[in-house]
C-alpha cells in the first residue's frame, strides 16, 4: 500500500505533466465540434503544474480530469464511454441551437429598437442612393433619351421614396431624443414587471 | 381487497336471496342488468375527457443527441385539474406518467436556484414560477434562445458561466480592512447601492434574451455578467473600481448593448439589468476611462 503511493508519488510527479500534454490534444481535436468549450473552461479549473498542491492531490486531480474529459467528451460523442464504439472514432454530433428569432414573443422595446436600427438603415441607402442618382446619373446615361426616359418612369417613385423617409426620419430622431431622455434624465425609463 | 371479496360476496349473496328471474351469473361476468355494478365496473377508468376536467395541450421541444436528427416539437395534453398551477409540475407530470426521457434541469422549486429557466410561450423565465395559462390556447416550451442544446430542454451554459467568472466577482482589495481581522464597516446608503444587484440568481434568463447576446454570444458579456460587474463596481468595500471598470470598457464586452431591454422584461426576479448598464456606461464617461 505505502509501496503503490510512493509510486504512485513517483509516476505522478514525473508523468502528470506529460500525461495533461498528451491529454490536451485530444480534447482540442473536436474543437471544430462546439463542445469543447466545456473542455477549455475545465482546463482552466484545473492547473496541475501549480506546486501548492500535493501530489495525492494531483493524482486524484489528474483521475477527475481523464474521468471528466471521458465525460465531457461523451457528451457530444455520442455514447463512446458506454462501451459501444471501443475502437471506432467518436461521432462527432453537432447541437443544434435552440430557436430564438422564430419562437421569441415581440416586446415593444425590442421592436422600438429594432425599427430604429432598420429607419437608420434606410435612410442611409437613401442618403447615398440619391448621390449616386442626383450627381452620377449624368455620366452613366451616355444619351439624353435615356436618361429622359429613367427619371420619367421612377418619378413616381421619388414621391413615394420621400414620405418614407420622412417616416423613417422623424421615428429616428424621436428615438433618439428618447434615448437621450432615458441616459440624462432617466425619463421614460419601462417598468420592469 | 378485503372490500372486493366483501362486495362480491354480497353481490352473489343478494342475487341469490332475489327472485329467480335472474339467470345465475358469476361475479365477474358484466351483465348490465344487474342490480349492483360489479367490481370491473367500478374499477373502470374513463380515459376520455368527462365533465370536470380540463385539457391543455404542452408544445416541448425535443431533441436527443442519441438519435441526431431534427429538433421537434412533441405535443403532449395535460388534465390542468391533475396538476398543480406551475409550468415545472406540468412537466413533472408528463415525465412521471406520460414520456420519462423528457430532460429538463429543475432543483428547488421555488424560483431561487434558477435551474428550471427556459422560454414559456415565447418569454423567458422559470418554470416553477410561472403559471400554466388556463385556456385552451396550446403552450409551447422551449430551451433557453440562442444556445446550444444538449438534451430537449438542457441548454450548455458554459459560455455564460465563463463570462461571469471573466469579470472576477469577488471583492478585491488593495488595503487591509480598518479593523485587521474583522469584517469592513458598510454604510446603509451605500449597502442599498447593491439592492437590486445581489439579487441575481444567474438563471440566464436575461442573457438569453437579449439579441445583441444572441448575435455575439461570445463576445458580448451579456446582461447577467453586466449586472454582476455593476455589483462589483458599485461595491463600496472593493478597491478596484477602476481596473474593473476599465476591463469591461470594450467595444465588444460592454458596448453591444444597444438598449434593447428585453432583459428587464424577462428577468423573473424582477431585476433591471439595462439599468445597471446604463450605470456602468454613466461611470465610464465620468471615469474618464
Given at each position: 500500500m505505502a509501496s503503490s503511493l510512493a509510486l504512485k508519488r513517483l509516476v505522478s510527479s514525473n508523468i502528470l505533466p506529460s500525461s495533461l500534454r498528451v491529454l490536451r490534444p485530444i480534447v482540442t481535436?473536436?474543437?471544430?465540434?462546439?463542445?469543447?468549450?466545456?473542455?477549455?473552461?475545465?482546463?482552466?479549473?484545473?492547473?496541475?503544474?501549480?506546486?501548492?498542491?500535493?501530489?495525492?492531490?494531483?493524482?486524484?486531480?489528474?483521475?477527475?480530469?481523464?474521468?471528466?474529459?471521458?465525460?465531457?467528451?461523451s457528451r457530444g460523442m455520442a455514447t463512446l464511454a458506454k462501451g459501444e464504439g471501443e475502437a471506432s472514432e467518436p461521432k462527432n454530433i453537432l447541437r443544434p441551437l435552440s430557436p430564438h428569432l422564430p419562437v421569441y414573443k415581440p416586446q415593444l422595446n425590442a421592436t422600438l429598437s429594432i425599427t430604429n436600427r432598420i429607419s437608420g438603415a434606410f435612410l442611409t441607402t437613401v442618403l447615398l442612393f440619391?448621390?449616386?442618382?442626383?450627381?452620377?446619373?449624368?455620366?452613366v446615361c451616355l444619351t439624353y433619351s435615356s436618361f429622359y426616359q429613367f427619371f420619367f418612369y421612377s418619378a413616381k417613385l421619388f414621391l413615394v421614396s420621400a414620405s418614407v423617409s420622412a417616416l423613417a426620419l422623424s421615428y429616428h430622431t424621436y428615438y433618439g431624443i428618447r434615448h437621450l431622455l432615458m441616459d440624462l434624465l432617466k425619463v421614460g425609463v419601462p417598468k420592469v414587471k | 381487497?378485503?372490500?372486493?371479496?366483501?362486495?362480491?360476496?354480497?353481490?352473489?349473496?343478494?342475487?341469490?336471496?332475489?327472485?329467480?328471474?335472474?339467470?345465475?351469473?358469476?361475479?365477474?361476468r358484466m351483465v348490465l342488468d344487474r342490480p349492483y355494478a360489479s367490481e370491473v365496473e367500478a374499477q373502470k377508468v374513463e380515459p376520455k375527457a368527462t365533465g370536470g376536467s380540463n385539457m391543455k395541450t404542452f408544445q416541448i421541444y425535443r431533441w436527443n443527441p442519441e438519435n441526431p436528427s431534427k429538433p421537434q416539437l412533441q405535443d403532449f395534453k395535460i388534465d390542468l385539474k391533475e396538476c398543480g398551477p406551475m409550468v415545472l409540475d406540468a412537466l413533472i407530470k408528463i415525465k412521471n406518467e406520460m414520456d420519462p426521457t423528457l430532460t429538463f434541469r429543475r432543483s428547488c422549486r421555488e424560483g431561487i436556484c434558477g435551474s428550471c429557466a427556459m422560454n414559456?410561450?415565447?418569454?423567458?423565465?422559470?418554470?416553477?414560477?410561472?403559471?400554466?395559462?388556463?385556456?385552451?390556447?396550446?403552450?409551447?416550451?422551449?430551451?433557453?434562445?440562442?444556445?446550444?442544446?444538449?438534451?430537449?430542454?438542457?441548454?450548455?451554459?458554459?459560455?455564460f458561466y465563463n463570462q461571469?467568472?471573466?469579470?472576477?466577482?469577488?471583492?478585491?482589495?488593495?488595503?487591509?480592512?480598518?479593523?485587521?481581522?474583522?469584517?469592513?464597516?458598510?454604510?446603509?446608503?451605500?449597502?442599498?447601492?447593491?439592492?437590486?444587484?445581489?439579487?441575481?440568481?444567474?438563471?440566464?434568463?436575461?442573457?438569453?434574451?437579449?439579441?445583441?447576446?444572441?448575435?455575439?454570444?461570445?463576445?458580448?458579456?451579456?446582461?447577467?455578467?453586466?449586472?454582476?460587474?455593476?455589483?462589483?463596481?458599485?461595491?463600496?468595500?472593493?478597491?478596484?473600481t477602476k481596473e474593473r471598470l476599465d476591463?469591461?470598457?470594450?467595444?465588444?464586452?460592454?458596448?453591444?448593448?444597444?438598449?434593447?431591454?428585453?432583459?428587464?422584461?424577462?428577468?423573473?426576479?424582477?431585476?433591471?439589468?439595462?439599468?445597471?448598464?446604463?450605470?456602468?456606461?454613466?461611470?465610464?464617461?465620468?471615469?474618464?476611462?
Open positions: 481535436a473536436p474543437s471544430a465540434s462546439r463542445v469543447s468549450n466545456t473542455n477549455a473552461a475545465r482546463e482552466d479549473v484545473f492547473d496541475p503544474l501549480s506546486p501548492t498542491r500535493s501530489p495525492n492531490q494531483a493524482v486524484n486531480i489528474r483521475d477527475q480530469f481523464m474521468q471528466n474529459q471521458f465525460l465531457s467528451a440619391s448621390y449616386l442618382l442626383s450627381l452620377k446619373m449624368g455620366s | 381487497m378485503a372490500t372486493n371479496l366483501i362486495r362480491r360476496a354480497i353481490n352473489i349473496k343478494s342475487r341469490v336471496s332475489s327472485s329467480t328471474v335472474y339467470t345465475e351469473a358469476p361475479a365477474s414559456i410561450d415565447g418569454c423567458n423565465g422559470l418554470a416553477c414560477l410561472t403559471k400554466i395559462e388556463s385556456g385552451a390556447s396550446e403552450t409551447t416550451i422551449t430551451p433557453l434562445p440562442h444556445m446550444f442544446v444538449i438534451k430537449d430542454l438542457v441548454v450548455d451554459m458554459t459560455n461571469y467568472k471573466s469579470i472576477e466577482p469577488w471583492l478585491k482589495r488593495k488595503n487591509p480592512p480598518p479593523a485587521a481581522g474583522k469584517e469592513i464597516p458598510q454604510s446603509r446608503k451605500d449597502r442599498a447601492k447593491l439592492d437590486g444587484m445581489y439579487e441575481c440568481i444567474l438563471c440566464a434568463c436575461c442573457s438569453t434574451s437579449c439579441p445583441s447576446y444572441w448575435w455575439n454570444p461570445e463576445s458580448y458579456l451579456g446582461p447577467a455578467a453586466l449586472l454582476h460587474a455593476n455589483r462589483w463596481i458599485s461595491d463600496s468595500r472593493d478597491e478596484y476591463a469591461i470598457n470594450d467595444e465588444f464586452k460592454l458596448y453591444r448593448c444597444h438598449t434593447i431591454l428585453n432583459c428587464a422584461r424577462a428577468c423573473p426576479k424582477g431585476l433591471n439589468p439595462g439599468k445597471q448598464i446604463q450605470h456602468i456606461k454613466q461611470l465610464q464617461l465620468t471615469a474618464g476611462a
